[in-house]
């Protein structure tokens, strides 16, 4: 934990005597994180914002503890023009100093003070001016229904955009925040406003209350038109003796959609308190809808910001709209324990904010909409991040960080999903009463300071009353990338009934990775018994092992991951996967899904095929339950879309998802019945979606085809008529439409976004012109990708269309690399990691692979991240290439 140092006066005998300390040579520049012997203890930041202007200038005045002597310091800044500095030391000397950017593309500064100073604290002030940022990051602009706003993202690595500072996390200290800014306009930040004076014609300063210990990049703001719409303060606990002010902060006009959140928001509160036995610790909260945004969400303490689909919901607004609320909510509040109350000491440690976050997100739900099953997202976040951490160049959940890029990158499903999926496990094999005491004690030990994982793995341990076994076990899932395999064996042993077990790394067909791998992994399993079944855990931490199954009926079946708490995958000899095959109404939803899972990754490794695969996942289609009936659509369309060859042999499997899938379409219908439950709305969505799409059934095609078609018919005033379709299925209704009306409805389209600020009905249509299928207009839709009209952050759903087919991804291809430069300067280096997915992603060949490699052979090193997107995104190329050659199409046939 980084502590603050109080400020101290030099007197004239340390200054004297301080000068045998040497100075660092000027040739020190760090290439990773500062150096510790400067650390800043307090911010002023003062800044002059009009949105309608497009750059802004600043004064920033930080105080900074100097512990050796130097003639200089380092800290960040880019792509800001610094008119001036000044040092002043301790005994109130001003020296004259000077701004060098000696990596401008890392934002990396000296600060030369014109001479050697002696450890002491230090005043650094800056006046500069910068531009607007138009990539989303640091202090950017976005524009509403023509009205421009100013809004801040500094994480991870983007404060350095908006000021200079230390803008790494392991730095925490106090912040001032002043805003001078138009009359007419509207100024938030982290923290209560507690002063307003005029500051010359047409301007006001606004003044906000010292915030706690905060990095950068936790620091935020917004200047604009927006509008304020107060909720009811949220009731004093008892971890919180004061109400706290609650306030929904959106663009002009769309204030009033801000009261389902608001309303939702006091009780993930309460829930968060009473777990982590901590009062909310910031003196207000403000939830921002953001015109347009980088991340879906941002945990600035005080200030939370959303992609305004999350926040802005009325009482028709999609279902899928209305749980992301919720969800994405209860995230970003968790992080105001996990993250901001207690913050990562450096960027290896991201997990600690966001795997907390996620899986508290999970604890929350469960506990307040119970309904919206928080416990089988759990399971099917760890699913889908198994399969990015199969690959050989996936990222360890403690990655060392090498550059920008490992920081850039690390927002991803390992960090997210994995963390999350780990932390269950062990908190499963710890019991929840001992974790959530660990918790409570690294809270309260770090509060307002920094943490390691060691921090939280010791309190963790202390709490369980567990040694060194639990706590290797817990790094071995930190510290080791992949996804462990346990291969299991049901064996006779002395009367008694064995499973044998071995462990290994879980690769896919055709990987060149190393499979002897070892983590201690906590492991349940169920098993029959005369009067049902059992579960039996242990810690297996060898490459080898055994366990007896007490009680064990005679023939009886296993499934290794009980409860489907484990974040591993099994394997189990054909026959045994058949006989739990047949036990699948004995088991939970949840573990319905690990059994979905063990199909699938016995596919990937080669050891079923694709008729073994629709034969075991059949009996879950006809689940109650949403997301079990929809869990073997991953490995259908996988075979669907790369497998078949002929059309008969798509003629079989669009034969096997109607059987599975159109009943229950037809059951539900195609239009939202009143008072239904929620998982019926997104269950129709996602049926929609797969019957209309992707195996093209002409009678689900036609039903939306009536939608789409009444969606772009024009309205007196001249625009499209988009609630006549219903809210859940637009999207699907809009894409039918495209696709058999061609030119027309993508004209339409084209025509009618700039005209709609409505994020869900922009996503919608945006969702309809991105499955556009004819060359000319794939083209003339990615061109309009490009278009400011599109905001930066919709681009990505417009550009990953259209590459089902090698025909659609040589066209996509082409498109991309031809207009790479384009991309690169709209999206910027925020999406450098996801660059390579965006240019030549969803590939299946060996040649694809190539391609995408030489083409990025330069240009990867010129983006922060792309390095690392390039190689996952080739690997796995080539890895579905190789299931494909391994795999026998007839077999779809049989």
Same mark, same amino acid.
């Given at each position: 934990?980084?502590?603050?140092?109080?400020?101290?006066?030099?007197?004239?005998?340390?200054?004297? #005597?301080?000068?045998?300390?040497?100075?660092?040579?000027?040739?020190?520049?760090?290439?990773?994180?500062?150096?510790?012997?400067?650390?800043?203890?307090?911010?002023?930041?003062?800044?002059?914002?009009?949105?309608?202007?497009?750059?802004?200038?600043?004064?920033?005045?930080?105080?900074?503890?100097?512990?050796?002597?130097?003639?200089?310091?380092?800290?960040?800044?880019?792509?800001?023009?610094?008119?001036?500095?000044?040092?002043?030391?301790?005994?109130?000397?001003?020296?004259?100093?000077?701004?060098?950017?000696?990596?401008?593309? $890392?934002?990396?500064?000296?600060?030369?003070?014109?001479?050697?100073?002696?450890?002491?604290?230090?005043?650094?002030?800056?006046?500069?001016?910068?531009?607007?940022? !138009?990539?989303?990051?640091?202090?950017?602009?976005?524009?509403?229904?023509?009205?421009?706003?100013?809004?801040?993202?500094?994480?991870?690595?983007?404060?350095?955009?908006?000021?200079?500072?230390?803008? $790494?996390?392991?730095?925490?200290?106090?912040?001032?925040?002043? +805003?001078?800014?138009?009359?007419?306009?509207?100024?938030?930040?982290?923290?209560?406003?507690?002063?307003?004076?005029?500051?010359?014609?047409?301007?006001?300063?606004? @003044?906000?209350?010292?915030?706690?210990?905060?990095?950068?990049?936790?620091?935020?703001?917004?200047?604009?038109?927006?509008?304020?719409?107060?909720?009811?303060?949220? +009731?004093?606990?008892?971890?919180?003796?004061?109400?706290?002010?609650?306030?929904?902060?959106?663009?002009?006009?769309?204030?009033?959609?801000?009261?389902?959140?608001?309303?939702?928001?006091?009780?993930?509160?309460?829930?968060?308190?009473?777990?982590?036995?901590?009062?909310?610790?910031?003196?207000?909260?403000?939830?921002?809808?953001?015109?347009?945004?980088?991340?879906?969400?941002?945990?600035?303490?005080?200030?939370? @910001?959303?992609?305004?689909?999350?926040?802005?919901?009325?009482?028709?607004?999609?279902?899928?709209?209305?749980?992301?609320?919720?969800?994405?909510?209860?995230?970003?509040?968790?992080?105001?324990?996990?993250?901001?109350?207690?913050?990562?000491?450096?960027?290896?440690?991201?997990?600690?904010?966001?795997?907390?976050?996620?899986?508290?997100? !999970?604890?929350?739900?469960?506990?307040?909409?119970?309904?919206?099953?928080?416990?089988?997202?759990?399971?099917?976040?760890?699913?889908?991040?198994?399969?990015?951490?199969?690959?050989?160049?996936?990222?360890?959940?403690?990655?060392?960080?090498?550059?920008?890029?490992?920081?850039?990158?690390?927002?991803?499903?390992?960090?997210?999903?994995?963390?999350?999926?780990?932390?269950?496990?062990?908190?499963?094999?710890?019991?929840?009463?001992?974790?959530?005491?660990?918790?409570?004690?690294?809270?309260?030990?770090?509060?307002?300071?920094?943490?390691?994982?060691?921090?939280?793995?010791?309190?963790?341990?202390?709490?369980?009353?567990?040694?060194?076994?639990?706590?290797?076990?817990?790094?071995?899932?930190?510290?080791?990338?992949?996804?462990?395999?346990?291969?299991?064996?049901?064996?006779?042993?002395?009367?008694?009934?064995?499973?044998?077990?071995?462990?290994?790394?879980?690769?896919?067909?055709?990987?060149?990775?190393?499979?002897?791998?070892?983590?201690?992994?906590?492991? #349940?399993?169920?098993?029959?018994?005369?009067?049902?079944?059992?579960?039996? #855990?242990?810690?297996?931490?060898?490459?080898?092992?055994?366990?007896?199954?007490?009680?064990?009926?005679?023939?009886?079946?296993?499934? *290794?991951?009980?409860?489907? @708490?484990?974040?591993?995958?099994?394997?189990?000899?054909?026959?045994?996967?058949?006989?739990?095959?047949?036990?699948?109404?004995?088991?939970?939803?949840?573990?319905?899904?690990?059994?979905?899972?063990?199909?699938?990754?016995?596919?990937?490794?080669?050891?079923?095929?694709?008729?073994?695969?629709?034969?075991?996942?059949?009996?879950?289609?006809?689940?109650?339950?949403?997301?079990?009936?929809?869990?073997?659509?991953?490995?259908?369309?996988?075979?669907?879309?790369?497998?078949?060859?002929?059309?008969?042999?798509?003629?079989?499997?669009?034969?096997?998802?109607?059987?599975?899938?159109?009943?229950?379409?037809?059951?539900?219908?195609?239009?939202?019945?009143?008072?239904?439950?929620?998982?019926?709305?997104?269950?129709?969505?996602?049926?929609?979606?797969?019957?209309? +799409?992707?195996?093209?059934?002409?009678?689900?095609?036609?039903?939306?085809?009536?939608?789409?078609?009444?969606?772009?018919?024009?309205?007196?005033?001249?625009?499209?008529?988009?609630?006549?379709?219903?809210?859940?299925?637009?999207?699907?209704?809009?894409?039918?439409?495209?696709?058999?009306?061609?030119?027309?409805?993508?004209?339409?389209?084209?025509?009618?976004?700039?005209?709609?600020?409505? *994020?869900?009905?922009?996503?919608?249509?945006?969702?309809?012109?991105?499955?556009?299928?004819?060359?000319?207009?794939?083209?003339?839709?990615?061109?309009?990708?490009?278009?400011?009209?599109?905001?930066?952050?919709?681009?990505?759903?417009?550009?990953?269309?259209?590459?089902?087919?090698? @025909?659609?991804?040589?066209?996509?291809?082409?498109?991309?690399?031809?207009?790479?430069?384009?991309?690169?300067?709209?999206?910027?280096?925020?999406?450098?990691?996801?660059? *390579?997915?965006?240019?030549?992603?969803?590939? #299946?060949?060996?040649?694809?692979?190539?391609?995408?490699?030489?083409?990025?052979?330069?240009?990867?090193?010129?983006?922060?991240?792309?390095?690392?997107?390039?190689?996952?995104?080739?690997?796995?190329?080539?890895?579905?290439?190789?299931?494909?050659?391994?795999?026998?199409?007839?077999?779809?046939?049989?």
């Amino acid at each position: 934990m980084r502590r603050l140092v109080r400020p101290f006066v030099l007197t004239a005998l340390a200054a004297c #005597c301080g000068a045998a300390l040497a100075a660092p040579a000027t040739d020190d520049q760090p290439h990773g994180r500062l150096p510790g012997w400067a650390q800043p203890e307090s911010y002023q930041l003062d800044f002059k914002v009009d949105p309608r202007q497009q750059d802004f200038s600043g004064t920033t005045v930080i105080k900074v503890k100097l512990t050796q002597a130097s003639d200089h310091l380092w800290l960040h800044g880019r792509e800001l023009k610094v008119g001036k500095v000044a040092v002043t030391d301790a005994a109130g000397k001003k020296h004259a100093a000077k701004y060098v950017e000696v990596a401008p593309q $890392e934002g990396v500064v000296r600060i030369d003070f014109g001479g050697t100073l002696q450890p002491q604290e230090l005043t650094l002030a800056f006046d500069y001016t910068a531009p607007l940022n !138009q990539q989303l990051q640091g202090l950017y602009k976005v524009s509403h229904e023509g009205q421009p706003y100013a809004m801040t993202q500094m994480e991870p690595i983007s404060a350095r955009f908006a000021f200079p500072g230390f803008d $790494e996390p392991g730095f925490k200290t106090p912040f001032d925040i002043r +805003l001078t800014i138009p009359d007419d306009e509207v100024g938030v930040a982290n923290t209560k406003q507690v002063k307003e004076e005029t500051a010359g014609k047409g301007w006001k300063k606004l @003044t906000f209350s010292t915030t706690k210990p905060l990095p950068t990049y936790l620091v935020a703001f917004g200047v604009g038109p927006w509008d304020v719409v107060k909720g009811l303060d949220i +009731l004093p606990s008892q971890y919180r003796s004061e109400k706290l002010e609650l306030r929904g902060i959106a663009a002009k006009g769309e204030g009033h959609r801000m009261q389902h959140v608001l309303g939702e928001t006091p009780s993930i509160i309460h829930t968060l308190e009473d777990y982590y036995g901590f009062g909310y610790p910031w003196d207000k909260l403000d939830l921002l809808a953001a015109p347009d945004f980088s991340a879906g969400a941002m945990e600035n303490p005080g200030l939370v @910001t959303f992609r305004d689909w999350l926040l802005l919901i009325d009482p028709d607004s999609s279902a899928n709209y209305v749980r992301g609320s919720f969800n994405v909510t209860a995230h970003e509040l968790a992080h105001q324990w996990t993250g901001d109350t207690v913050t990562l000491a450096w960027w290896d440690d991201l997990w600690l904010n966001e795997a907390f976050a996620t899986w508290m997100q !999970q604890k929350v739900t469960q506990k307040v909409h119970p309904e919206y099953r928080a416990d089988l997202d759990r399971v099917r976040g760890a699913q889908g991040a198994m399969n990015g951490d199969s690959l050989v160049t996936t990222r360890k959940i403690r990655q060392p960080i090498t550059g920008n890029g490992d920081i850039e990158t690390a927002f991803d499903g390992i960090t997210y999903q994995k963390g999350a999926a780990v932390l269950g496990m062990f908190e499963g094999y710890v019991g929840e009463p001992t974790f959530q005491q660990g918790m409570r004690t690294y809270i309260q030990d770090h509060k307002f300071g920094n943490a390691t994982a060691d921090d939280l793995i010791d309190a963790i341990a202390k709490a369980a009353d567990k040694g060194d076994d639990f706590k290797q076990a817990f790094k071995s899932f930190l510290n080791q990338p992949g996804v462990p395999y346990v291969q299991t064996e049901l064996s006779q042993e002395g009367g008694k009934t064995v499973l044998k077990l071995s462990q290994s790394r879980y690769l896919p067909y055709g990987s060149k990775g190393d499979t002897k791998q070892v983590w201690g992994v906590p492991m #349940c399993v169920r098993y029959g018994t005369a009067s049902g079944s059992k579960v039996s #855990c242990e810690l297996f931490n060898q490459a080898t092992g055994s366990m007896v199954l007490e009680g064990a009926s005679k023939g009886t079946w296993v499934l *290794p991951n009980a409860n489907a @708490t484990g974040y591993y995958r099994f394997a189990m000899a054909k026959n045994d996967l058949g006989s739990l095959g047949k036990q699948i109404g004995k088991l939970d939803d949840a573990e319905q899904l690990a059994y979905a899972d063990a199909v699938n990754a016995s596919f990937k490794h080669g050891d079923l095929d694709a008729g073994d695969v629709l034969a075991a996942l059949k009996p879950l289609t006809s689940s109650k339950t949403r997301e079990v009936a929809i869990a073997p659509l991953s490995s259908f369309n996988w075979i669907y879309r790369n497998l078949a060859q002929t059309d008969a042999q798509r003629a079989k499997l669009a034969a096997w998802a109607k059987a599975a899938y159109l009943p229950r379409m037809t059951q539900l219908g195609y239009h939202r019945k009143a008072n239904e439950a929620d998982s019926d709305s997104l269950l129709r969505n996602t049926l929609a979606d797969e019957l209309a +799409l992707v195996v093209k059934l002409p009678e689900v095609r036609a039903e939306l085809l009536k939608q789409g078609d009444a969606a772009l018919k024009r309205k007196a005033d001249g625009r499209l008529d988009l609630a006549a379709a219903d809210p859940d299925l637009i999207g699907s209704a809009l894409a039918v439409a495209v696709q058999e009306r061609g030119k027309p409805a993508v004209d339409a389209l084209i025509a009618e976004l700039p005209q709609t600020s409505d *994020p869900a009905l922009r996503n919608a249509m945006l969702d309809g012109l991105a499955e556009a299928n004819d060359p000319a207009l794939t083209q003339q839709v990615r061109n309009f990708a490009l278009d400011k009209k599109v905001k930066v952050g919709e681009m990505g759903m417009l550009l990953r269309g259209g590459r089902d087919t090698r @025909t659609e991804r040589d066209a996509a291809w082409q498109w991309a690399t031809t207009n790479y430069d384009k991309i690169v300067e709209r999206t910027g280096s925020f999406s450098g990691g996801r660059l *390579p997915d965006l240019v030549g992603g969803g590939g #299946c060949s060996q040649d694809e692979a190539d391609r995408l490699q030489a083409f990025f052979k330069d240009r990867a090193k010129q983006v922060s991240g792309a390095e690392r997107g390039l190689a996952q995104t080739s690997e796995a190329t080539v890895l579905c290439s190789a299931l494909v050659e391994k795999q026998n199409p007839a077999v779809i046939l049989r």
